[in-house]
């Protein structure tokens, strides 16, 4: 039990002054011969009442007090939440992310797509069992010949999944080409400046450094440095794969695309991190290899003891009401008085 308002109990003498501005006020004096007679009559009960009233308007006044008081009632609780990492996605958009080796529905999809519905599930979780990465921070960086940084980290989780719908494997032969390296030293520059205290990145390719400033490994030895774990993940099957061909003229046609995962860079990138090394050679696999970094990156659960209060103030509110309510009664009828 705490009092809000303290300060207020300074007004608990006005309690005192009621009581004897009523209790010794100046009686109205009537001429009477005799009162001898009087001594030996018992006291009724109204004469009882009359003389608590002044103790019922000293008791209202002070019940005021201790309710202007704001008295609380405290009860201990304990909250506990995670405040989540930070994650930087790297996504290969080169043109043998075009391949169409995966399936969504038993329909065959390219190798972009389904890094966006696995993307996408890693996110936001099962609905029913409440996990997900809620939690994290994270940013997209899509990459091909040149990196570029889509979002900052961020919680808005569903700006993110609405502009990674948008990404596009690159257009423009010029354009192609895979710079794991210079991937890695953008994603190293979103996640530098976190304050979380985990930090995580995911890059997804399908084939191996051949473009770019920064060697893979070079980037490596910074993300070391920096505590930012890599989980590298290499998609689709080695050899040739059959592809999708946007045509200038709108028109689509089909083609074969060679891809080549180089697993050992890969698997030093993640390795010299303290992070993982995941081939995925199917769209199953490709779920089971978020689901494994999902329970591998989990942030500390932080607990925390508060105080929360409630207010207890409205029943000595009421019950001076109520006394107040009776003297008013009492004094407007059985002990009505001319002063």
């Known amino acids: 039990m705490k009092l809000a308002l303290p300060h207020a109990l300074a007004l608990l003498p006005l309690a005192v002054a009621v009581f004897w501005a009523f209790r010794y006020r100046h009686p109205v004096r009537l001429a009477f011969p ?15 009442v009359a003389r608590a009233l002044p103790w019922v308007r000293a008791a209202a006044v002070t019940l005021c007090v201790i309710a202007l ?13 995670s405040p989540g990492i930070a ?3 790297v996504v290969d958009i080169s043109s043998s992310m075009a391949a169409l080796d995966f399936e969504i529905d038993g329909e065959p999809v390219d190798r972009l797509e389904i890094v966006k519905e696995t993307f996408r599930g890693f996110i936001e979780g099962d609905a029913a069992e409440g996990d997900g990465r809620s939690g ?10 040149y990196a570029d940084a889509l979002t900052p980290l961020t919680r808005d989780h569903d700006a993110l999944l609405t502009l990674l719908d948008r990404v596009e494997i690159v257009p423009h032969a010029e354009e ?39 060697e893979p490994l070079e980037a490596a030895r910074a993300a070391e440095a920096l505590g930012v774990r890599i989980y590298a993940i290499g998609a689709g099957r080695p050899g040739m794969a059959r592809k999708r061909l ?39 696999s490709l779920r089971r290899v978020y689901e494994r ?6 942030a500390p659960t932080v607990a925390e003891n508060y105080q929360r209060y409630r207010e207890v103030f409205p029943p000595f509110l009421l019950l001076a009401f109520a006394l107040l309510a009776f003297d008013a009664v009492f004094r407007a009828t059985r002990m009505r008085a001319l002063l």
């Open 246 to 284: 946007r045509n200038p003229d709108g028109t689509v046609t089909f083609g074969q695309t060679r891809s080549h995962v180089d697993e050992g860079t890969l698997g030093a990138l993640a390795e010299r991190t303290g992070g993982a090394y995941f081939a995925a050679g199917d769209t199953d």
């Open 34 to 48: 005799s009162v001898a007679g009087l001594d030996g009559l018992p006291r009724t009960g109204a004469e009882s």
């Open 136 to 145: 994290d921070a994270i940013g997209l960086i899509a990459f091909a010949r």
């Open 176 to 214: 192609d080409g895979t710079a794991i390296g210079d991937a890695v030293a953008l994603g190293l520059d979103l996640l530098r400046a976190s304050g979380h205290a985990g930090k995580a990145m995911i890059i997804l390719t399908d084939g191996s450094n051949n473009a770019g400033d920064i």
């Open 293 to 298: 970094i999902d329970q591998l990156e989990t």
């Open 87 to 89: 994650i930087a996605m």
């Open 69 to 81: 008081a704001r008295p609380q009632w405290g009860v201990e609780a304990t909250r506990t939440y």
